[in-house]
């Protein structure tokens, strides 16, 4: 499974982090110039935020489509965009007074009209619903529109960033994955994909930065972690080292001294996994694990 990093920090996209990024459209819109991607990114379209702040789409799909092909133009190597779809969140239902059912046809005749428009950018249809079959009939609605998604390189899952049902959410996926799809899951819960990260192609999240609110700065210039490269970077490697370790099949590379207390285990140090988003593990003299595996600057 690929895993994009979402950040808020368009700049980091001219790094070369070895990691996949996942940029908002709200963050690029105003800037007058634009960073050069070192790596394949993909660009979110902001529908949350828009949606929940405002209740519509405050730029119709003419003024996206050119919004998209600047980013691919200037900053390049786009590996998808995700459309101006309709969440479906009951906050989101609240503030657009419409029903699920509704927010999945915008959604679809949104994809239409994009692909009709740009048809040479690499924008992905989503699915959204709330329960299965929601899911499942928002599928239909695009068959019925003539689109094959078990035929494109990817299909998005909204509305599940804020589910804490993780069965539910991967009843969904797999449900989704059983139709033939390459399910791309947005802002997944980082406890759930240690369920169905067999059955999807990739996810992203930025909870680094939501958790990294809480955490003193690493440097005296950082008040706290929310805006942190290194933090970033060490919490994406934690969730991947974690999502390995779910895989079945899989075996640990420890040594048979780990377990008594030397080499890489030594001091005492528990030897049980890491779970994605907890806190890490303090080292001599306050520093963190994380910082001082990855000594990049934010």
Request: proline fraction near 6%.
């Amino acid at each position: 499974m690929r895993f994009f990093l979402g950040t808020h920090q368009p700049s980091w996209l001219a790094r070369d982090l070895g990691v996949p990024l996942l940029v908002s459209h709200r963050r690029l819109a105003d800037r007058r110039s634009l960073p050069r991607a070192s790596a394949p990114w993909a660009c979110d379209s902001g529908g949350f935020t828009e949606l929940s702040m405002h209740g519509r789409w405050r730029i119709d799909e003419r003024g996206y489509v050119a919004a998209l092909r600047r980013y691919a133009t200037e900053i390049s190597n786009l590996a998808w965009a995700a459309p101006m779809d309709h969440m479906t969140e009951a906050h989101v239902l609240a503030r657009t007074g419409a029903t699920v059912r509704v927010h999945q046809h915008r959604t679809v005749a949104n994809y239409l009209r994009l692909r009709d428009l740009a048809p040479e950018l690499p924008i992905i249809p989503v699915l959204q619903g709330q329960s299965i079959a929601d899911y499942n009939r928002c599928a239909d609605f695009y068959e019925r529109h003539g689109v094959d998604l078990a035929a494109l390189p990817l299909v998005g899952v909204g509305s599940v960033c804020r589910r804490q049902h993780t069965a539910e959410v991967e009843q969904i996926m797999r449900s989704l994955s059983a139709r033939g799809y390459r399910l791309h899951a947005f802002g997944a819960k980082v406890l759930g994909l240690g369920r169905y990260a067999d059955a999807i192609s990739s996810s992203d999240s930025a909870a680094w930065s939501f958790r990294g609110r809480y955490v003193p700065g690493c440097t005296p210039s950082h008040r706290s972690e929310s805006n942190c490269l290194r933090f970033a970077l060490a919490w994406h490697t934690r969730l991947l080292t974690s999502l390995r370790a779910e895989e079945p099949g899989h075996q640990s590379d420890r040594g048979p001294t780990s377990a008594r207390g030397k080499g890489p285990r030594a001091g005492g140090q528990r030897t049980g996994r890491t779970r994605p988003g907890s806190p890490r593990p303090r080292q001599a003299g306050g520093r963190t694990a994380a910082r001082t595996q990855n000594s990049r600057a934010s």
